[in-house]
C-alpha cells in the first residue's frame, strides 16, 4: 500500500496548514484512492500558528484593538485561548510588519 505523509506549513495568507493538509488529501485520493494518508499540519510559530494550536470547540478567538510598540499606534489583532481558557497564545507577526510598517518602508 501506497503511504503518503502530509507536513505542509500555512501558505501565507491563502490557506492554513490543516486546509493544505485537506486538499492534498483530496488530490491524493483522485490518483491512490487506497493510499494510507497522514495528516500533520505544521507551524512554525508565525501566521497560521494560533489557528493551527485552536483545536478545540472550547477554544476562543479573541478580537481586541492594542497599543502597538510604536506609541500612538491602535493595531486591530487577536490571540487566543485554549486548554478552557488556561494558556493564551499571540501571534506576534500580527503586530510586526503587517500592521505597523506597511506605510513606513517597502517590504520586498
Known sequence: ?????LAPDSFKESMTARVACQSMTEGIRKIYPEAEIVQIPMADGGEGTL???????????????????????????????????????????????????????NFI
Open 1 to 5: 500500500m501506497t503511504k503518503f505523509v
Open 51 to 105: 489557528d493551527y494550536l485552536m483545536n478545540s470547540q472550547n477554544d476562543e478567538k479573541i478580537h481586541e484593538q492594542v497599543m502597538g510598540p510604536l506609541s500612538k499606534t491602535l493595531i486591530n489583532c487577536h490571540y487566543g485561548l485554549i486548554e478552557e481558557g488556561k494558556t493564551a497564545v499571540i501571534e506576534n507577526e500580527k503586530i510586526g510588519k503587517n500592521c505597523l510598517f506597511k506605510n513606513k518602508w
